[in-house]
């Protein structure tokens, strides 16, 4: 058998069953007016400040190729729920709405829209799985890479982190984000090759163990790979760095190592004494690189602790997001047919109408045809499928990134956000008209 | 554009870089002796007790038809790193090696080698990114779905994750490791295609709100779906439960609603108050189903309290393994050309030879060619590149698993695992020699 792989041919089944049960009852009663929904973070995480958005050129690109094959019209046809003039207008099914969107690599908040898709009803629901599957693992990515870099002083940061991330395709949507969100370089090849992003990697312990003594193994490494980083921990660290000493002596002039890398044990006392040996030894230029477990809050306190670290390998924290695994985004009908719409759920509510964000000193969540002062953040990427803007380089994103974080000024800033008074009288009317038919 | 996705024709690039750069070096020092790897989970994360190993079938197809695309190597060329005879000598790459594992759904313990791969060094290299990946993924999903279904004590546990899940591949492969797990079905139409699961749905809060009264929506849904689950806290959960009972004396005998779903507020005190409604009017029969932020701690709660809820429908918690998104996973060289070796970095240590674990009242990991009492856990799957096992179904695996957390005992129970005299002795010996070494 091959593996079953997610691709564009099969991706239209890749939503919730209700999305199906509710598009066939929207077939029969024949309401296809148009929908707004809004894509938005109801709270952020207790550890997270702000968002880094990502992920928006996967939505568009499955946008415009969304239809569903005859395989999946069996499969569906197979589970004896649908009928079957629904199925038959499936075949026909297309994306023809529009999409207002925020540039992917700008910072976010809480209730802010980062996606309104203004399309035919069934249209608009269908996509929600795919939308939110896609925007959160990217936006939760490059967030967390963004607290990462900035903690790094400066100092590269390279994702080590594809083995411990959940699955292939966040293997390499997730470097993607990383980059945008100013980390160097991915160790992984594919998403290397798929998103022209800068790859890297040293060398494993097991290289180290495949021969008999450390020195030999790293003498036979540099044939190849003469400016390697050389991982020294696999038995103990300091006899490890020793070694590479060793090596520079053997090699003399030809020795052109550039670093170390240092992935176990009390990273910050072991490159301090590491840099001791490399320095008295004159190999002043050589690099320390440190891996192992390491996030925001560790590269913060290695770096006050003044270790002399020049670059960091981060691995699973990072690729899985492990002190924040999930947000609480929310794909939301805002509007049908011309009537505003909200939910009231208890701590799960959501506001009303078509919607522009304008960012001033703070940012403020207006209707769409309120005018206000400030920067408005959606921009409409795609009108009636098709898209109205060209596929931005990730350079221009993470240039965006890198501006929007220091404009934010301290790390753990916030941003106040505030409702226009157009939305707060829709959103006091809606209520109204809602809580008539409740009460 | 079209979205970009992992394949199998571009699966041989999902890999650390440093894989490749190891093999470089192997191809022109001639290492292609006999090496095995071990993968194991180092420690258990303090939330978990026991793993369900999940994800092998995956490992299996991937290393059946792994292979580099012209593609592939024209886009290594332009790395301008490697040699044109190693990238030739890639173009014939395939794995010819044996597999031993632990059957899908099994439960262990850390430091158990869930899988072991004996081929040529360069070979069972390549291919540690990819195996730590997908084994990683479903065995974390496995795992937490376990607790969850064993939380529901029989009551159904359904998986409502897709949109919060780290991208698509997760998206499609948690759903097949939850239902080795226990759990009833999952609401991502792709992964009951792929993997012939049952799918299962409701309605959204979209649906109701795209009509302007509730009660309007509930009856137009149940044109289509009259055994329809009804969703109803879009506004007012009470409410919702009183139109429920509207449309049951309206339809009269016609009513065939199965149940009701609550998804936000204080589900055990709406459960007891939905549920004294639905009686008193006679609908004894219909079920409430529970969903919003659900995880095994949450819906303990809810049935110590006594809330009559019938079934759960749990999403990003489960989806993203919230309290242990990620295990401390290793794939370690233990042998290479006939000697063992192993890893002595602080904490981050590893188990040298060939290895087999017995399972009797604990757990022994010995060497491969020791005899113990007990039940082998590993099992050949694939030799020389070969399958030896077919496929096993899900519904073989998702008994096993049941019958494995049946024998464990209490929810928390832990279980022993020793190592082997010969295990112990080898050790001792490996680590002489590598003293010898480094001293």
């Known amino acids: 058998m091959t593996s079953p792989w997610v691709n564009d041919s099969n991706v239209a089944l890749f939503t919730d069953l209700y999305e199906l049960t509710m598009l066939q009852s929207y077939f029969h009663e024949g309401m296809d007016g148009t929908a707004v929904f809004d894509l938005f973070v109801r709270r952020l995480p207790e550890q997270r400040n702000y968002l880094v958005v990502c992920g928006l050129e996967h939505v568009l690109a499955y946008l415009e190729t969304l239809s569903f094959s005859a395989e999946a019209l069996s499969y569906l046809r197979s589970l004896n729920r649908f009928s079957d003039e629904f199925l038959k207008s499936l075949a026909h099914f297309r994306f023809t709405g529009d999409v207002h969107a925020i540039p992917e690599g700008t910072i976010v908040f809480a209730n802010e829209p980062i996606i309104e898709v203004v399309a035919p009803l069934p249209q608009a629901q269908l996509i929600e799985t795919f939308l939110m599957n896609q925007i959160q693992v990217a936006t939760l990515a490059a967030t967390k890479a963004a607290r990462i870099v900035r903690a790094a002083r400066g100092k590269p940061v390279i994702d080590f982190g594809v083995r411990r991330m959940h699955g292939a395709d966040a293997g390499i949507k997730e470097p993607r984000a990383f980059y945008v969100a100013g980390v160097a370089a991915t160790s992984n090849v594919l998403a290397g090759q798929l998103y022209g992003i800068p790859v890297s990697g040293t060398m494993a312990h097991s ?82 690189f440190a891996s192992n477990s390491l996030d925001e809050y560790s590269i913060e306190k290695l770096l006050n602790f003044g270790a002399p670290v020049d670059g960091f390998g981060v691995g699973g924290r990072m690729g899985v ?22 939910k009231l759920s208890a701590h799960k509510g959501s506001l009303p109408g078509r919607k522009q964000i304008f960012r001033d000193s703070r940012d403020t969540v207006a209707l769409a045809d309120e005018k206000l002062p400030g920067q408005p953040l959606l921009v409409k990427y795609m009108e009636n499928g098709v898209r109205k803007i060209p596929e931005e380089k990730l350079q221009a994103m993470r240039s965006r990134c890198e501006s929007e974080i220091r404009k934010l000024g301290s790390a753990d800033a916030g941003h106040a956000v505030e409702l226009s008074p157009g939305l707060c009288e829709l959103r006091a009317h809606t209520l109204d008209l809602i809580q008539e038919d409740t009460s």
């Open 207 to 288: 290289y180290v163990q495949a021969f008999e003594h450390e020195l030999e193994a790293f003498r036979r490494f540099v044939r190849q790979f003469p400016e390697a980083i050389l991982l020294v921990d696999t038995y103990d660290t300091l006899a490890g760095v020793r070694n590479v000493i060793e090596l520079s002596r053997e090699l003399g002039p030809k020795f052109r190592v550039t670093g170390i890398r240092l992935d176990s044990g009390d990273i910050a006392q072991l490159a301090v004494e590491a840099r001791r040996l490399l320095d008295s030894a004159g190999l002043n230029h050589l690099e320390i």
């Open 321 to 342: 997001s492990s002190d924040a695994p999930m947000l609480d985004t929310a794909y939301k009908l805002v509007e049908y047919a011309g009537r505003a719409t909200m």
